[in-house]
Each structure stands twice: as C-alpha cells, then as structure tokens.
C-alpha cells in the first residue's frame, strides 16, 4: 500500500481503524471483498514457458537438429517419402519429450501446492487456519513461536516476542518487538513494531494486523530485484549428462566411420549420411536426463501418496541410500494423543482413565473411583494444569481436539474430566504475565490476578520444580519441603518414568506485597504434585522397524524425555536392541569426540538430548560413513536437519522453519512414513536403472550389428556393402523400443527384495559390475541372434527385402523379450509375475499391432521397406527373440544356484 512505510509511526488503534479492520479481524465477506481487490498474497512468479514453446525447445537437441538436416537432404534429392517418414518419427520423438517434460512440470507444480504454507487468523472473531495466500491487509494474524510471517504487519499484542530478519536485513541475531509506535523514519532493523513477510518468530506470542501483502511487502521489493536461479541437478543426472555425451560423441564417430565403409563398398553417400545419422540417433538415448527427472517425479508423487512430501527432488534420490534414521519419539514413534495416566499428590497415587483427548474419564485410588471436587491439593493441581497452559481443548463434529502442544494438551483434558474449564478460569483469573518454556530452562511459569492478589503457576521437569519449591502442600496446608520429602517425590517420579510415563511437577506461589520480578516468582514455590503421562506408541512403527533392520537400516530414537520413558518405548518398539547403548545428552558431553565415534554405532536411544547433542550426533554418524535421516518439528531443529543428508520435518506440529529447511515433510507425522519414502527411493533407483539398462543394451546391440555386417558381412557369404537395416527401420526400432516399453518400465512394480537388501552406497553409479556384465552380454546375443537371422534369409534364397524385414522384425522382438528380461536381473520373470507390470504388457501389445501395420499395410510397406511375413518366418522371429530371455533366465537361475550354497553356509555359521 502507498502509506506502506509509515505505518510504524502510528498507534495500534491509529493502524486499526486506518485499516477498518477491527481487533477481532476481519468478517469472512469483508475478507473475500480485499482478496479480490488486492489479489492473492503471494509473489510474482516468472513467465512460464508456453507448452508451444516447451515443445519447440525439443528441436534444439544437437541430435534432432542432425535428423532435420537429413530431412531436408532427402527432400532436396527427390527421396520425399524417406524425408517425410524421417520428419514424422522426428515429430513422433520430439512430442514424447515434450510430454515427459510437460507432465514433470505439472507433477512438480502439484507437489508445490501441497506444500502451500498456512497461516492463523481471526475471522468473525474465531481463530482459523488459511492458506497465506488468502491473507489480506487488515486480517489479523496470530504470531507463535516457530512460526513464519505470512506478510508484513504492524503488532497489536508481542509476548515476550523475537523475530528473525536475517532475510531482509542480514542480522541473525533476532529482534525483540513492542507494540509502541516509533517516530520519524527509520531503517527495517529499527521498526520494532513491524513483522515482515519471510522472516521467523523465534520467541514468545503475540498478534500482528496485516499492512501489506503479496509484491507490496518489503519482502516482495527484494523477490523483484532477484534473478531467476534454475534448480540444481542431482549427482544421478550430472553423471547420466557425463554418460550421455559421452554415448553421443562415440557413437557419432563409430556410426559415420560405419557409413564411410559403407560409402566405399558401394552405397550412395546420401543415403549412408542418412543412415549413419539414423544409427547415431538410435544409439544414444537423447530423452535421457527428462526421462530421469520424470521417474523421479513419479516417485516423489507416489510418496506423497505414502504421506511424505519431498521438498527437493535429489532427496528422493539419496533416500534409497539411507543407512540410519533417528527420529523424534513423540508424535513420530507414538500417536501423539498425550494423556494423563497417574497422578501424585499429598502421598497418594490415583490413576486416571479415558483415552485421547475426549474429556471423560474417572479417577481411581486403589482400584475405586473418588470425588477429587472436595480434595483441595487434587483442586489446586487441577487449576494449575488448567491456568499455566497455552493449548486449548474443542469439539468439532463429535471429535474432541486440542490446538496447541500435546502434553499441554493432557493437561487441559485432565483438568476438564475434573469438570474445571481451562476457558473459564482464565475468565476469573486471566493472565498478566509469563516465563515462557525453553529446553534449557525445562519449565514454563505463568502469573495471574486472582480476587487475593497474584499468583504464579509453574509446571516443568520434576527436578527443576523441587529445587525451585521451599514448601509442600500436605493435607491441605502448605508445609516447609525436606530432603526426606524430595527424595520421596523424585523416587515416585522414577517409578512413573520408568512406566514410560512422562511427568511433570506442577507448583504455585503467592505473590504479595511490593511488586516481584518476573524471575522471582519461581522461587521458593509451594510444591502440588506430579502428573505422569503417556503417549503410546504406534501400532505400525513396530513393524516399521522390523522392516528397517531387514533393509540394513538402522533405527535411533532422539528425544528430550527421561532416559527411562526413552528406554521403555524403545524397547517396545524394537529399536533398543538387546546390546545397544542408552545415553543421555549429559552422558555424551562427557565423551571425547574419538570415544563418542567409536560408541555411535553401538547406540540407539537419545534422552534428554539438545539440538546441540543432535548436531553431534549427525557428524558422529557421518565420519562412520552413514547416510543420515534426522527428523525435527522445532525450529531449533533446523541446523539438524540442514546438515543431515535428509531433514525431515513434521507436517503436523512442525513449523514452517524446519519444513523449508527439511528435504521432506510427513503429512502424518509417522516414522512408518520415512520407512515408506526410504522404500519408494530405492524403487526409484531401482526402475531408473531398469530403464537405462534396458535402452542401453538394446542400443549396444544395434550398434553391434550394423557393425558386424558393415565389417565382417562378407565373411557369412554376403555381398559387400549389405546391410541388415535401413534407416527409416533403424528410427522405428529407436522409437518403438525408447517409447512406450521403456517408459512402462519405469513404472515397474517394486522389487521382491527392495527392502531386503543392504543400503547402496551413495556415490555407487548404475553402472556396476554387474550391469556392465549384462550389457555386454545381451547387447552381443541382440546381434549374434539378429545377424545371424539376416544371414539365414540371405543365404536360404530369399529376396534382400525379406531378409531385411526378418532382420527389422526379429530385433524388435529380441528388445520386447528383453524388456521383461530388465524387469528383474536377479529373479526370474515368473518368480515376479509376468503380468505383475501390465503397463508393460500394453505398452508392447500397442507396438506390436503397429509392427504388424508396419509389415502388411501395403500403404506402410514402401516407405518402411518391409515384406508380408509367412507364420514360418514369424516362428523364426519369435525364436530369435524368445532367445535372449531364455538365455538370461539360465544366467539368473546358474547365479542362484551358485549363491545358494554359500548363503546356507553363512546362515549355518
């Protein structure tokens, strides 16, 4: 807006009313009326390609533009049918690019939408949650800790609240806000009472009114100025560039050295240019790298299915590379549905029913149900639950939830089965003051107005409430706390952790006389109880687990809870195995950086760690060679997962800090969800690798044979300057081979093994020992088999146009058997279901009516050069194909046979 710039100079209500908002917020049709008006609150994204011009761009491809210039050639010597055929396979092949890269740009944008950010506002007076592009001027937000500021604001209410600008003004250090207005005009870094769009609250609350939005932001001022920065290639793709090339250059000299020879034993030039530009087209593999980025998409696409949004496309290469996952207990391990099991108050243990967040439930004191409404000490720690608490508790639709942090959370719903309403009492004694939480501090106090002065209520790590109490309440009264009485809490507060119980002590003080400093009220407290939770785990990580030992992952809890809560689900889980180590972030300040490395190995379970103690962790792990996932909802989580190999955020009760930091969201908050996207990366890998193989030995085979015919045809009775192919046939098998089988490849079922197998290592190429291998041998048997076809017809009498067609139709089949053959190069076709990919198999059904079109349709004969095949030259054919998949099932069947021995001999020892 105009006045954009002036608005730190007025008042709250000056800016309110300027606005004709209100401190409620915006009505819901006001709101509608401003989106319309100033559009949506997003920044101006670059032109975007027209799929015209995306399609014309297939055209620049070094090897289309050399197809082009043999068009023309054609067409200028007379050959119109060859240039119009030859331009028509060009269409064909420049149209599958460009919807391999059209649908890659739709799947990506998809992927970014569901990662559309989110905002809190009031509207007609409700807190609700919108997507930040709907945020208009003169909505009110709701700012918390963690979270990114959707636009630029003035504040109305700050907390204890900090932001960090570093985005706009380069300072990390953060800010702290008021809500008083500043005078004069002043830089960004001194307008306190502003909030502004991309940087983060980085501590305490507090509510903002939106002054602008979108490209009239502060923010958006800078998003004009910035060039556009294309997205990096991933190390798969750099390689497959390198490798490409690499195929171009080599085959372009082999195929035009073929075509020289061909020259000299009696061709025309002309028409060996063509097909020497043919060969070299269908040698190299030019969708390679599109291709590649597509088959990443997909995955990534069917990972979001899974509930696991990649952010960054080469995290869906790394993860099939992941060897340890350590992960987050709560609400990733467990359900995150806190609730309050046991409590312990004036010397007694009374346990608590219900499940979840509905708010039913009794309380029972050895087995019988009690009335807490006339126990004073159960009251007073009821309203300290209720009072020291920012979460609040609401039906919707008969579903009970929460809106805020779980365990807050338990406590809210603990007060409420005692039928005190956390609303209502914040109604009699609201709150005027605060100590928030921090992990370092371990406690969270809050001050209240009651009709007999303030009150202080504080909730925290057991420990840290005793040693800040001087009293305790007993039978109603407050009595002075004695080393007798501590030892006796702390020993009941062992006994509920050792339950898996979490607990927390909750305590209160009076606050009279002159004016107390904030610091002071958390001294010489009146010690209530202690309230032991639980979050149970979930049902499916356990199977989750078990699947990760299986695939050579390993599992590491990493959590602030107590080492004995850590333990004890670790143990039902499964992840704490039966010689791994338990340490806490104390125990592993203690070790040197050479002990802790030789030690990482050996354990699983965290407790009471810092996102210092995580940083630790991750570089341990690494220098064993690891590849890390880490995962983080907090926004001191964030250094972690950015120097893990794959951050991985909560959805959920993440903030939007670690989901921009991370390389992956849960949408479910799940650990079995980073077990299905570690499963879906190696599937990835896996169908890249199958496709690649596959157009890679089919290409070594066409290669081969035109090379042997070119070269040693005579020596099998063939007139000099034969050759098996010509090269409108040649396009055809490129483009009937690189199409439709090869991209239904890519979508090929998982492996049976897929999470079976070891962790591949990170910089291991596609191209092993053992693909290597392969290539080489089918790549031979393609054109021994099809060679050897050619020079049967020619010998056995029959007409060169039949020979050819033999020749043509026999590679083309050779290459479908060979599809099935790259399905799997470790199990057999009929171990995995033949039918199991039914993309495949319509993908070749498709191609073979086209080959049968290709041999008898007469109007396709002449230009294809073919010849109507009997049912005996059609049983040669099939032979010959049937040929090269019945030689790789022997080689998958010897090489079974082989390792069989030696896996009995392992599994005995």
């Known amino acids: 807006m105009s006045t954009q710039r002036i608005w730190h100079n007025l008042s709250v209500n000056e800016v309110i009313e300027s606005l004709n908002s209100s401190i409620q917020g915006l009505t819901k049709e006001e709101a509608e009326r401003r989106l319309a008006r100033f559009g949506p609150n997003e920044l101006a ?16 491809d070094f090897l289309i533009i050399i197809l082009l210039v043999a068009v023309v050639l054609s067409a200028i010597l007379g050959e119109v049918t ?11 092949a420049t149209t599958l690019g460009f919807i391999q890269e059209y649908r890659a740009e739709r799947v990506m944008e998809a992927l970014k939408r569901m990662a559309a950010p989110t905002s809190s506002v009031l509207r007609d007076g409700q807190e609700i949650e919108i997507p930040a592009r709907e945020i208009v001027p ?9 979270d990114k500021i959707p636009a630029d604001c003035r504040l109305i209410e700050a907390v204890n609240l900090k932001t960090e600008e570093a ?3 380069g300072e990390s250090v953060p800010l702290e806000k008021t809500v008083d207005a500043i005078p ?47 997205e990096e290639l991933t190390p798969l793709q750099v390689n497959l560039n390198k490798m490409g090339r690499f195929i171009a250059y080599a085959a372009l000299v082999l195929c035009f050295v073929l075509a020289g020879i061909g020259i000299l034993r009696g061709h025309e030039i002309l028409e060996m240019l063509i097909w020497g530009v043919s060969l070299a087209i269908a040698a190299v593999p030019e969708a390679l790298p599109a291709v590649v980025t597509i088959g990443l998409a997909l995955g990534v696409r069917q990972m979001a299915k899974r509930h696991a949004l ?32 046991r409590i312990y108050v004036d010397g007694k243990t009374i346990d608590v029913t219900g499940v979840g967040y509905e708010p039913k439930g009794e309380f029972h004191l050895n087995g019988k149900a009690i009335d807490v409404s006339k126990d004073i000490a159960l009251q007073k720690l009821f309203q300290i639950c209720a009072l020291c608490n920012d979460t609040s508790l609401a039906s919707t639709d008969g579903v009970w939830r929460i809106r805020g942090d779980p365990t807050e959370g338990a406590l809210v719903v603990l007060s409420a089965k005692a039928g005190l309403s956390a609303q209502e009492l914040n109604a009699r004694f609201p709150r005027i003051d605060e100590i928030p939480f921090s992990s370092e501090r371990k406690r969270m106090t809050t001050i209240h107005s009651t009709p007999e002065g303030k009150i202080a209520c504080s909730k925290g790590a057991p420990e840290i409430i005793l040693d800040s109490s001087s009293h305790i309440l007993k039978d109603g009264r407050e009595s002075p706390l004695t080393e007798k009485d501590k030892a006796g809490v702390l020993s009941i507060a062992m006994q509920m952790a050792g339950d898996a119980l979490r ?3 909750l305590a209160y003080k009076r606050l009279t006389g002159l004016p107390v400093p904030k610091e002071d009220s958390e001294t010489e407290m009146v010690f209530v109880g202690l309230v032991g939770m639980i979050d149970p785990p979930r049902k499916e990580v356990k199977d989750a687990v078990k699947l990760c030992d299986q695939a050579g992952i390993k599992s590491v809890m990493i959590t602030g809870d107590h080492k004995l809560t850590a333990v004890a689900i670790a143990k039902e889980l499964g992840i704490l195995k039966e010689r791994g180590m338990a340490l806490t972030g104390a125990e592993v300040d203690k070790l040197s950086d050479e002990e802790f490395e030789a030690l990482v190995d050996k354990i699983d379970v965290y407790a009471r760690v810092s996102p210092a103690h995580k940083m630790r962790v991750i570089d341990a792990l690494a220098k064993q060679g690891n590849v890390v996932a880490m995962t983080g909802d907090g926004i001191n989580d964030a250094p972690a997962l950015k120097r893990s190999d794959i951050g991985v955020a909560m959805g959920i009760t993440g903030t939007d800090v670690t989901k921009e930091t991370a390389d992956m969201v849960l949408t479910d908050d799940n650990f079995a969800s980073i077990v299905a996207a570690v499963e879906e990366g190696r599937h990835i890998f896996s169908n890249i690798k199958k496709y690649l193989v596959y157009l890679l030995s089919c290409n070594l085979g066409e290669i081969l044979l035109m090379a042997v015919a070119i070269l040693f045809g005579t020596a099998f009775g063939l007139a000099p300057g034969v050759i098996p192919l010509v090269a409108v046939q040649i396009l055809y098998v490129n483009l009937a081979t690189d199409g439709l089988p090869a991209i239904a490849l890519s979508v090929d079922p998982p492996d049976l093994d897929t999470m079976k197998q070891k962790p591949r290592p990170r910089n291991q190429t596609i191209f092993t020992k053992d693909v290597n291998l392969y290539l080489v041998l089918t790549g031979i048997w393609t054109c021994v088999a099809t060679f050897g076809v050619f020079v049967w017809a020619v010998n056995s009498g029959k007409t060169f146009a039949e020979a050819q067609t033999l020749c043509f139709v026999s590679l083309i089949l050779i290459e479908f058997f060979n599809a099935f053959n790259c399905r799997s190069f470790k199990y057999s076709l009929f171990k995995i279901g033949p039918a199991s990919n039914k993309w495949l198999l319509a993908a070749i059904g498709w191609e073979l009516c086209l080959l049968n079109l290709i041999v008898y349709l007469p109007v396709l004969q002449g230009p294809f050069q073919t010849y109507p095949l009997s049912a005996q030259d059609w049983g040669i054919c099939i032979l010959a194909g049937a040929s090269i998949f019945i030689l790789v099932e ?19 020892a």
């Open 45 to 60: 994204e670059k032109k975007k390609v027209s799929p015209f011009m995306l399609w014309l761009g297939q055209f620049k």
């Open 82 to 92: 060859d240039a119009i055929v030859i331009f028509v396979i060009v269409l064909f």
């Open 138 to 146: 003169g909505d009110i937000v709701v700012l918390r800790t963690g």
């Open 167 to 169: 985005p706009l003004t």
């Open 184 to 230: 004069g005009e002043v830089s960004i870094g001194d307008r306190k009472n502003m909030a502004f769009m991309g940087t983060t609250v980085v501590w305490g609350r507090g509510k903002a009114i939106v002054t602008g939005t979108g490209m009239q932001t502060e923010f958006g001022k800078i998003a004009t100025m910035i060039q556009e920065v294309g």
């Open 310 to 341: 990649i952010r960054r496309l080469h995290a869906a290469e790394t993860l099939g590379c992941t060897t340890v996952i350590c992960s987050d207990k709560t609400g990733t391990l467990t359900q995150d549905e806190m609730t309050v099991r």
């Open 503 to 505: 607990v927390l002590g």
């Open 890 to 908: 022997i080689v998958k069947l010897t090489r079974a046979r082989l390792a069989r021995p030696s896996l009995e001999m392992s599994e005995s």
